[in-house]
């Protein structure tokens, strides 16, 4: 034992470099099987929200993918059967224009190759870049069973896939219809609401008159932004109860450049207070007017191509041009109509396609859709009824408001990669659904004479990770995987895809397997930056983790994030505010740092700031942790653990704050209280046992102040503390413990090859000891007393000071005596005094413990006039800077223009300067009393 406690001694006492020990040990892990379930104990499992393959780990997917972590880790470690599924999206649109785009640079057309040799391509890259997001999981510390890794188009998803859309199909409860979708013209694919971003631009809105068809003078104005889309005008609409308008109902208008008829109908979708009261209705170019035109039986026009290129449905004038070009045509043969009224500046969100930056048309297109009513009411009650549980529960009512107005999902994609949709077709246009052609020719009675034609279209991405949580188990199979760790116990994803995820992995896996997909949803905030603004590429904010892990130069910071921006100007705002932020680029803080970082951050909130600071603060930490564990390790090398010791009020301390923390991060992590459960470790690492217990136990190591019972118990508590907290903290910092874990002796581990298979600490009620924590609370209480009152006074720490008790308890007195040599060594006291009751009090500095008075008395501890002339100087700055700060408050365009954090930051800064000026206004009174 000896001789291994020496080698760790030498090996512990290295500097901490995450660099040398993550990866090492994420290895052996792997190598040898630490992630697969153990095939014991009660289920537990999680499924992954499949990244895409060919993506990379940003901020949301490593702050998400820690908290999952963590809790595989926690429940591994308290004896349940843990399965974390990894699996990869296929990730339809963005993998077709990365291929699209790599053709092209070969100069290459997609439609020159054809569907075959394209889809061999997207599988080449997929297989040739697919492991990024894999390598980067690697390195986050994510302990996922790769094992059984999963691909939403491997072969057993695709069986899962064609058993599902053929199950529908045959129930009718998959159809094929003429709809309004988002629409990608540049892509030339209907996109979900998901990739589609709403974005503020300033536009206008162009008030145009509409003449009767009557002949009569008179007219009604309408008012739109999209003026090129009256081309394809139905009708127009005004409120039933609009006293104004009554009188038109019914009446036809001739609208203006068509030359064409439509009537004024009567809805109560039309707002009678906004504008002039009266709407344009374009049923097959906007979804609102396309449900109203469902009410009133109006004709859909689809005035354009797929391109969004201007079509024959429209005037001749018009056909072939682009959209832009025509609505600028429109204004121009309005203007010179004299039916243009106003073109007013109008600030809007328009709707751009995700990956391809284009406006997004509402397009009446034949697609592919799921009846979603009868799958969407046994879903909406498992949340009703408590089966399914959202945390924090707010959430619920973002799935209430979906689910109860949802409408028919389409699931069709105008692409190439991704899984065809299993239909053929006749020459007669007949459909016919079945998993293969051989299937539809057996099933439908079709001879080899009859010609058939597969659909060209591809699912959306949406359906194959809807069948997610028992897909990547084996359905449609009854496998062991499936019968053991479905329903999966939770779901860890963000309230942005609660509607487009969440909702149809409930309904699908309700219709298919008649259980929950999971029975918790844990929903995380967005992670943003310091400032609480969303990261991205245009603004130039946006983190890797891996450069927060392994560190990166300013320049190297820079390049990246602006290599991929094409206007100049743009590129030298972001260059010139990163260099700004991060002169000396970022540090190399390691993965548990990170990782820590995101456990604290892990609020409730519907936005998560992420501030380097913080990683700062944590990366000081996990190094504070290192060179405690050293401390042990140094103390302990003699340690005989066959003797017999004996434990001192300090060790019963640390071993009761213990068993309370244990209990504490216990609750939180079965509340999903990461930030607690971090703030809780943090504390107990940091404040008990580095600060304090270290520092009180130097007297009991050492060899001429305490007998071998006594210094042989406490290395046993330093061991044995360290050890639990090592447990204790490894779902959050799994590298670090890890690696001091195995240079704990074996006497104190008690068997076991990795930290990650021991047991979680256990709360222990025997362990507390309360008159222990009421002793050491008394103590800590003086000393950090004490500490305040010399740094309020400007008394040097090297100086000792005097120090008297008064109006203490006998049990005050009592303490005094016990602890007395302690106090004297954390406090540098010159002397301790008990003072009686009718004692005379010294003019003092005063520190409350209960009813006892801690006094430091003054006199001859400082430089009077000195101190005075320091505090004077301190005032003056501290007046400044608050007239300084006031100014800048008062200031109505600052208040007016300033972002709302930055004001709120101001005002807690004139706060906190006020307080701070009342404080040495009262320190110069009482130093001048003197």
Known sequence: MYNRASAIFKVSMQKYQPQDIEQKWYQIWED????????????????????????????????????????????????????????????????????????????????????EKFVER???????????????????????????????????????????????????????GKRLVNWDPVLKTSISDLEVESIDEDGNLWHIRYPLADESDQSIVVATTRPETMLGDSAVAVHPDDERYKHLIGQSIRLPLTD???????????????????????????????????????????????????????????????????????????????????????????????????????????????????????????????????????????????????????????????????????????????????????????????????????????FSSALWTFATLGWPDQTHALKTYHPTDVMVTGHDIIT???????????????????????????????????????????????????????????????????????????????????????????????????YAIATRSRTIRFDMNRVEGYSHFCNKLWNAANFVFMNTKDFDSTGEMEYSVIDRWITSELQTSIKAVALAMD?????????????????????????????????EGASKTQRRGTQHTLLKTLETLLRLAHPFLPFMTEEIWQQIPESIRRGGDTIMLRPYPEFDEDLVDASASDDLAWLKEIVNGSRNIRGEMDISSSREIPILFYNGSARDQARLTQYEQLLRTLIRAESLTWLDTDAEVPLAATHLVGDMQVLVPMSGLIDKDAEIARLDK???????????????????????????????????????????????????????SL
């Not at 859309?165 to 998959?174: A, K, P, V, W």
């Not at 007016?896 to 101001?906: D, I, S, Y």
């Open 32 to 115: 040898r099987g630490y992630f697969a379930p153990s095939g014991k104990g009660t289920p537990y499992s999680i499924a992954i929200p499949p990244p895409n393959v060919t993506g990379t780990l940003h901020m949301g997917h490593a702050f998400q993918h820690s908290l999952v972590d963590s809790l595989i880790r926690f429940q591994r470690m308290k004896g349940k059967d843990t399965l974390w599924q990894m699996g990869t999206d296929h990730a339809g649109i963005s993998t077709q224009i990365i291929v699209t785009e790599q053709l092209e640079r070969e100069q290459i057309k997609a439609s020159d190759i054809g569907r």
């Open 122 to 176: 997207a599988w080449h890259w997929k297989e040739e870049s697919g492991g990024t997001i894999s390598r980067q999981l690697r390195r986050l510390g994510a302990s996922l069973h790769w094992e059984t890794e999963r691909f939403t188009m491997d072969e057993g998803m695709s069986n899962a896939v064609l058993e599902v859309f053929t199950r529908l199909y045959d129930e009718g409860l998959i159809y094929r």
């Open 260 to 462: 064409r008829l439509i009537p004024i109908i009567a809805d109560h979708y039309v707002d009678k207070e906004f504008g002039s009261g009266c709407v344009k209705i374009t049923p097959a170019h906007d979804f609102n007017d396309y449900e109203v035109g469902n009410r009133h039986d109006l004709p859909l026009i689809n005035i354009f191509t797929e391109e969004a290129i201007i079509n024959e449905n429209a005037p001749s004038a018009y056909q072939g041009m682009d959209r832009f070009e025509a609505r600028k045509q429109v204004l121009a043969d309005l203007e010179q109509a004299g039916l243009l009224v106003e073109t007013e500046p109008h600030k809007m969100a328009v709707p751009r396609g995700e990956k391809s930056g284009v406006v997004v048309e509402p397009y009446l297109s034949d697609q592919w859709f799921v009846k979603i009513d009868s799958l969407a009411r046994p879903a909406i009650k498992a949340v009703e009824d408590g089966d399914i549980e959202f945390i924090p529960r707010n959430y619920e009512n973002n799935y209430f408001v979906w689910m109860r107005n949802i409408q028919d999902w389409c699931i069709s994609r105008q692409q190439w990669w991704g899984h065809q949709i299993p239909a053929w077709y006749d020459d007669d246009g007949n459909v016919y659904v079945a998993k293969d052609e051989a299937e539809a020719r057996t099933k439908y009675s079709l001879s080899d004479a009859v010609k058939l034609q597969r659909d060209e279209d591809v699912l959306d991405t949406w």
């Open 500 to 598: 487009f995820w969440v909702s149809r992995m409930i309904m699908m896996t309700l219709k298919f397997t008649d259980e929950l997909p999971f029975k918790k949803v844990y929903v995380t905030g967005l992670v943003t930056d310091a400032e609480g603004q969303k990261m991205s590429k245009s603004k130039g904010n946006g983190l890797d983790p891996l450069d927060i892990i392994d560190g990166i130069s300013a320049d190297d910071l820079v390049e990246k994030r602006t290599n991929h921006l094409l206007q100049p100007r743009m590129a030298e705002r972001i260059a010139k505010a990163t260099r700004k932020e991060f002169p000396e680029g970022i540090a190399a803080h390691g993965t548990d740092a990170l990782r820590f970082t995101f």
């Open 671 to 703: 509340t999903y209280r990461f930030d607690l459960a971090a703030k809780e470790i943090y504390e107990i690492v940091r404040d008990e046992f580095c600060d304090w217990y270290l520092e009180l136990c130097k007297p009991l190591i050492s060899t």
């Open 874 to 928: 301190e005032i003056d700055r501290k007046t400044k800077e608050r007239s300084r700060t006031e100014n800048k408050i008062n200031n109505p365009n600052f208040i007016e223009k300033a972002p709302q954090e930055v004001v709120q930051k101001e005002r807690n800064k004139l706060t906190e300067l006020t307080s701070t000026l009342t404080k040495l206004e009262a320190q110069k009174e009482r130093v001048a």
